[in-house]
Nanobody, 127 residues
């Protein structure tokens, strides 16, 4: 079992940066592909970014590519999402997720493919 806790959300103005953190407990995240998803009111949960456990390869949604960076610190059992040049359309609850143990291949972009989830952290970007 992996327990995930997100932090770092808040209310910010457009154009600024935020860094979200996802702290894991229970098991080391070094053997899990980790992802960030977000869900805006009235919308489905959507893929934001993922980082593989084996090579730390990163993948991004087109809407955040070039602005967001996912990274991991296995020593701290923490995954980060650095969000730059935030836009109002980035407003959502952001969730951290872990895929199955030592999953191989390109990380999926669908929420049901991930086994463990945090409770989410709210990010609100005002214009």
């Amino acid at each position: 079992q992996v327990q995930l806790v997100e932090s770092g959300g808040g209310l910010v103005q457009a154009g600024v940066s935020l860094r979200l953190s996802c702290a894991a407990s229970g098991r080391s995240t070094s053997s899990y592909t980790m992802g960030w998803f977000r869900q805006a009111p009235g919308k489905e949960r959507e893929f934001v970014a993922a980082i593989t456990w084996s090579t730390s390869s990163t993948y991004y949604a087109d809407s955040v590519k070039g602005r967001f960076t996912i990274s991991r610190d296995n020593a701290k059992n923490t995954v980060y999402l650095q969000m730059n040049t935030l836009k109002p359309e980035d407003t959502a609850v952001y969730y951290c997720a872990a895929q199955g143990l030592r999953a191989l291949g390109v990380p999926p972009r669908t929420a049901p493919s991930y086994d463990y989830w945090g409770q989410g952290t709210q990010v609100t970007v005002s214009s």
